[in-house]
């Protein structure tokens, strides 16, 4: 089994920054691009930033420029930092990852809890 724990979140004014990290701890073989998503109320869960392995990054057009992902092998461990930040950031933040297990090495996704992002004056 494996757990994604999130922190950071919180409420922050317009042109404020956060910084959010997602830890993955559990047993397995190998993890694969680590992503974060957010879903804003009454709106689909979209793809804010991803992150391969080998450390290639893709950003969703309304946050390039503004949004830095990373991540730490070591770790396990992805963080968003978010600047310049704008009301409709508002949302909630998910951390996803895929890993492979040591038996059969069979491919697994998983989701964290969510962490809650709020922009507002």
């Known amino acids: 089994q494996v757990q994604l724990v999130e922190s950071g979140g919180g409420l922050v004014q317009p042109g404020g920054s956060l910084r959010l990290s997602c830890a993955a701890s559990?047993?397995?073989?190998?993890?694969?691009?680590m992503a974060w998503y957010r879903q804003a109320p009454g709106k689909q869960r979209e793809l804010v930033a991803i992150?391969?392995?080998?450390?290639?990054?893709n950003y969703a057009d309304s946050v390039k420029g503004r949004f830095v992902i990373s991540r730490d092998n070591a770790k396990n461990m992805v963080t968003l930092q978010m600047n310049s930040l704008k009301p409709d950031d508002t949302a909630v933040y998910y951390c996803?990852?895929?890993?492979?297990?040591?038996?059969?090495?069979?491919?697994?996704?998983?989701w964290g809890q969510g962490t809650q992002v709020t922009v507002s004056s």
């Open positions: 996803n990852t895929s890993v492979r297990t040591f038996v059969g090495g069979r491919i697994f996704n998983y």
């Open positions: 559990g047993s397995f073989f190998s993890i694969f691009s």
């Open positions: 992150v391969t392995s080998e450390g290639s990054t």
